[in-house]
């Protein structure tokens, strides 16, 4: 193992408290921490970006202390990083590890990357309709019916 | 089949049997007319962006069956102007009238409308988006000339990319196991996830460059205007705009049943020398959104 990895590791075993998004796809880790406000309090946040991964590649890890994850919150995770790992952490244990599972409806969170889209013209919330086909993900908007793989997303919003 | 108070936004939530009904009772209303079965009601008729025949034909349409119109053909006399949201214009008008009637430039427009309002909304276009009535009423012609809507071949031409027209009228006609041919430029050909429904449909299409190489085959030519903005390069539109023109030699071989349609207005992709052929039929066509959207005024109101 590398050393880079073994300090990675160290970092994820370390937290006392808390939760572990990992084998978040590679880009995405800030914009989760944006969406979920995850650096919103004075406790300590570890961000890894473009971290290697065996089965991905590169991968991004997010670690909040004194944190635990909604299940609202992980379906947001999931939106934007369908092959997440959670790991809630509880006295440097691993109490709960699951993945994100994306919803079959998005409401809000999404913004719609059609620009003429009604939900990109008038203040309203998005929603979107889920299609999961095999490895792909693609979201079809509820108004203008336009329908986007999961990567075209571009814009998230927080509510 | 209920009907009652239902919002009519795109043709792909009417199950076949909806569809062949509300072809039946505009069929019925073409035959023998109702001047008075929507007596007492009114409807609003929102156009926010420029029509004539679809806000004509609705007005008409109301009128007809005895009922009253209200209304505005041009979004800068309302509080759009003034910065008012769709959502609380449609609440505010919903309390007024029985039904909507609207055209909106902005894509998801008329669902939005739906949510504002309990009175059921009909949807004459939102954007590029959804057209139902269209799609209904070239369905009711199509059944009208042909006698038939199963089995048919049917040629679709023109811009095939950004004609909501024809991406609408391809997904419905997949419930009546017709052979589509597709005739476009390449750069305007039917978009990848139509013709991906229409595998999944087991739909047989095949894509043309010519006219020629389809007009004897078909029953049914639909054709659709080439607008010159669609194209990044003028050359190319220089090219294609005399390409996709009919005119009535190339009918000479035609089945002697073809109709050609076309949702109007025309510029010069049909020549007027096509008027006068048996082959003609868009006029009919026009004429038919009257019917189709009586039926859908009565059917929404409880009525029919």
């Known amino acids: 193992m590398s050393e880079s990895l073994q300090k990675n590791k160290l970092l994820v075993t370390a937290i006392k408290d808390g939760t572990v998004i990992d084998h978040i796809t590679a880009a995405h880790a800030l914009k989760i921490i944006r969406l979920l406000n995850l650096a919103d309090h004075n406790k300590r946040v570890t961000v890894g970006l473009n971290l290697p991964s065996k089965t991905m590649g590169l991968k991004d890890l997010i670690k909040v202390e004194g944190r635990e994850l909604t299940e609202e919150e992980i379906k947001r995770v999931a939106i934007l990083a369908p ?5 809630i952490i509880k006295n440097y244990q691993i109490a709960k590890k699951f993945h994100a599972e994306i919803p079959d409806v998005i409401e809000y969170v999404v913004v719609c990357p059609n620009p003429i889209c009604i939900t990109n013209n008038e203040n309203m919330d998005s929603k979107f309709i889920v299609k999961k086909e095999k490895n792909n993900i693609k979201l079809k908007c509820w108004y203008c019916e336009k329908t986007f793989p999961q990567e075209e997303i571009r814009d998230y919003k927080n509510n | 089949m209920n009907f009652t108070n239902r919002d009519i936004i795109g043709i792909s939530e009417l199950t076949k049997t909806e569809i062949l009904h509300i072809l039946k009772i505009a069929k019925s209303l073409k035959q023998k007319p109702q001047p008075k079965i929507l007596e007492h009601k009114v409807m609003g008729s929102c156009f926010f962006e420029p029509s004539t025949r679809t806000r004509l034909s609705f007005e008409t349409a109301m009128e007809r069956l005895g009922g009253k119109v209200v209304g505005f053909a041009d979004p800068g006399v309302t509080s759009a102007k003034k910065g008012e949201s769709l959502f609380d214009a449609i609440k505010i008008i919903g309390q007024y009238v029985d039904v909507i009637a609207m055209r909106h430039p902005i894509e998801g427009a008329a669902r939005r409308a739906a949510e504002a309002t309990d009175k059921p909304i ?3 276009g939102d954007g590029a988006n959804q057209h139902p009535t269209q799609t209904l009423l070239d369905l009711f012609t199509i059944q009208e000339c042909q006698k038939k809507l199963e089995g048919l071949s049917i040629a679709l031409v023109g811009d ?3 004609g909501r027209t024809t991406h609408s009228l391809a997904q419905a006609l997949a419930h009546f196991n017709a052979k589509l041919y597709f005739v476009a430029p390449d750069s305007l050909q039917m978009p990848g996830y139509i013709c991906d429904e229409l595998k999944n449909n087991n739909i047989k299409f095949s894509i043309h460059q010519k006219i020629e190489e389809v007009i004897n085959k078909v029953d049914i030519f ?11 390069d003028p050359m190319e539109y220089e090219r294609v705009k005399n390409v996709f023109v009919l005119n009535a030699k ?12 076309h949702p109007l207005p025309r510029v010069n992709e049909i020549t007027t020398s096509v008027d006068k052929t048996p082959h003609a039929y868009y006029f009919e066509q026009a004429e038919n959104g009257l019917y189709v959207r009586e039926a859908l005024l009565g059917l929404v109101l409880g009525k029919l």
């Open chain 1, 83 to 87: 092959e997440a790992t959670i790991n």
């Open chain 2, 250 to 261: 190339m009918l000479e071989k035609a089945k002697p049943n073809l109709k050609v349609m």
């Open chain 2, 160 to 162: 095939l990319k950004y």
């Open chain 2, 122 to 124: 009909l949807n004459g």
């Open chain 2, 222 to 232: 639909y054709m659709t205007r080439i607008q010159g903005e669609r194209f990044a």
